[in-house]
């Protein structure tokens, strides 16, 4: 056969091999991932399970309060929050709780993660003003010798060439500029979405811990009421031996016991929860045992309006998530304008090759150059670059908008904790009078039955009135330290913290 047909044919067949390999290479079965899924899935369970049996290395034990240089140089050495179990042992207080929870909250860690993109784009917007230098080398293998063709050029059926070209883009119609611009604006609204992220871990973190503090207080209140079922059955039964009491009154007393148990336990299940919810805020194990050291406490706070809604406009995420938005996009509409502008670039290229260029007839390397600048003016671009700016435009609109949709949310959400705040203060004052006249009814009710005066109903009459009171005193104590929190998050006061060197 023809070697000019051959040549066309091996080499059409070597491309498909080399295709042929590069698809099989690439090719992944689902029974792969599922395997590969079923094995990191095993690999969770098998340190979930040494955390549970006591054999984790990373287990934080706190014997007071927990300063930030001990927990700075303690995360230094185990790296909690990279797939690590920290394991909490001791007492907790609420500063303990945020320090921990900034340092090892898995959506703030993820968060984290966007400051490195961010400084990705600013390197990457930095690029576009900067020169390019690109190395080519290429072969070229021809059917026949090329000085068959052309007798000027020497006799042969392979030429080298490695190219070296720089370039410089000179002026790309304030795309450039527009660009650096939005990425730094990009990241100063990387280190907001952060700020926002903390505070959001902040509230969550003293919220939780409200949480278990009512939790454990409603237990305590259970508890005690159940152990005055448990005397009051006891006496009871003392009279019922002697014949004071009836049966029947017996009976009833050991109703309100279960009844008053079955609370209990129910308050119990609730205290787990509040507990399982705080680890998971804290990014803590499930296996942590602690014991909170602060107790529900009343503090009155009486903030002014126009005080608090100042701080919010300067200090809430939002509102200044929104003013970058802005920003970001009055960048893009620069950008989409210089796509009506000329661009300017100048390039140079550094020829070696062989044959040599420079003199014809030889079979040898040599080398040439050039140099030049480069204009292109789109003048009609299919409308491709009126289409970019309106779409930048619109988003400019809308973004301004949403500025002012996050002032008036800011204003709505200041105001609703106010109002909030003020109605926990009323709740608690009532519930703190309705607790001692409580009190006092049980202990002249108590006093009566034991005198004969009042009835066994009195006496449980009274003994419910009083556990309801102090649940509803609690409740009230939590509502009030909640709206306070609530009105700190409103004004952006949560995002000002002590522990932002963790996030470095």
Avoid at 58 to 76: F, I, K, N, S, V
Avoid at 335 to 356: H, I, K
Avoid at 457 to 472: F, N, V
Wanted: glycine fraction near 6%.
């Amino acid at each position: 056969m023809n070697e000019r047909v051959i040549s066309p044919l091996r080499a059409t067949a070597a491309w498909c091999l080399a295709g042929a390999a590069l698809l099989s290479a690439g090719c992944l079965s689902s029974q792969t991932v599922l395997s590969e899924m079923e094995r990191d899935r095993r690999t969770a369970y098998l340190s979930w399970k040494r955390t549970r049996d006591g054999r984790s290395a990373t287990e934080l034990q706190l014997d007071g309060p927990l300063d930030l240089g001990a927990y700075q140089a303690w995360t230094r050495k185990q790296r909690p929050g990279n797939g690590s179990h920290l394991v909490l042992r001791g007492k907790l207080n609420t500063a303990s709780a945020v320090l921990i929870g900034i340092g090892n909250n898995k959506a703030l860690r993820a968060v984290l993660e966007d400051r490195e993109k961010a400084q990705g784009r600013i390197v990457e917007s930095l690029s576009a003003a900067l020169p390019k230098l690109d190395l080519i080398p290429s072969y070229t293998h021809l059917d026949r010798a090329n000085g068959a063709r052309r007798g000027a050029l020497p006799s042969t059926r392979h030429f080298y060439s490695v190219q070296t070209v720089l370039t410089q883009p000179i002026f790309q119609g304030g795309a450039i500029s527009a660009g650096i611009r939005a990425a730094k604006l990009f990241s100063l609204l990387t280190d907001e979405q952060i700020a926002a992220q903390v505070q959001e871990v902040i509230y969550q973190t003293r919220l939780g811990y409200s949480d278990v503090l009512l939790a454990e207080e409603l237990v305590k209140v259970s508890e005690g009421d159940l152990n005055l079922a448990k005397a009051h059955l006891k006496d009871l039964e003392r009279k019922k031996a002697v014949g004071t009491v009836s049966q029947y009154d017996v009976l009833r007393a050991s109703v309100e016991v279960s009844n008053v148990e079955a609370e209990l336990i129910e308050r119990q299940n609730a205290l787990h929860l509040a507990q399982t919810s705080l680890f998971k805020t804290l990014g803590v194990s499930q296996e942590s045992h602690v014991e909170l050291t602060e107790k529900l406490v009343y503090s009155k706070l009486d903030p002014a309006l126009e005080d608090v809604v100042k701080k919010a406009f300067l200090d809430r995420p939002e509102i200044l998530l929104a003013e970058l938005g802005v920003r970001l996009n009055r960048e893009a509409v620069a950008d989409a304008e210089s796509g009506f502008l000329p661009r300017v670039e100048g390039n140079y290229t550094y020829n070696y090759q062989r044959p040599n260029p420079r003199l014809l007839g030889s079979n040898h390397w040599g080398h040439e150059w050039s140099f030049g600048v480069t204009m292109t003016w789109p003048l009609f671009d299919g409308l491709a670059s009126w289409g970019r700016l309106r779409q930048a435009r619109a988003d400019l609109r809308r973004s301004t908008i949403e500025l002012r949709d996050a002032e008036e949310q800011v204003l709505l959400d200041v105001k609703q904790s106010l109002f909030s705040l003020e109605d926990a203060r009323k709740f608690v004052k009532s519930q703190t009078d309705n607790l001692a006249r409580a009190k006092e009814g049980l202990r002249l009710a108590r006093a009566g039955y034991n005198a004969g005066l009042n009835t066994e109903l009195e006496m449980l009459d009274a003994r419910q009135a009083l556990s309801e009171t102090q649940a509803l005193y609690y409740q009230a104590v939590y509502r009030h330290e909640t709206a306070k929190l609530s009105l700190q998050r409103a004004s952006g006061e949560l995002r000002q913290t002590k522990y932002g060197a963790l996030l470095k």
